[in-house]
């Protein structure tokens, strides 16, 4: 029986924290930043968790994490 492949592209994007919930980066922070507020830019800073929602098919695409 073959191994399962790891979506490179999930890898990439989501870690998965000693508690299980599976971190992601936060969006609309890599262009187009000057007509963006300082206050909304400074709200994309950091790290949020995958929603409950998308858990699922994440971690089907990375069966070993």
Not at 27 to 45: D, E, M, V
């Amino acid at each position: 029986m073959p191994k399962m492949k790891t979506k490179k592209s999930a890898a990439k994007r989501f870690r998965v924290r000693a508690g299980g919930t599976i971190k992601r980066g936060q969006a609309f922070k890599r262009h187009i930043l000057t007509k963006k507020t300082t206050k909304s830019k400074r709200q994309l800073r950091g790290s949020a968790a995958v929603h409950d929602t998308n858990v699922q098919s994440v971690k089907s695409m990375m069966p070993y994490a």
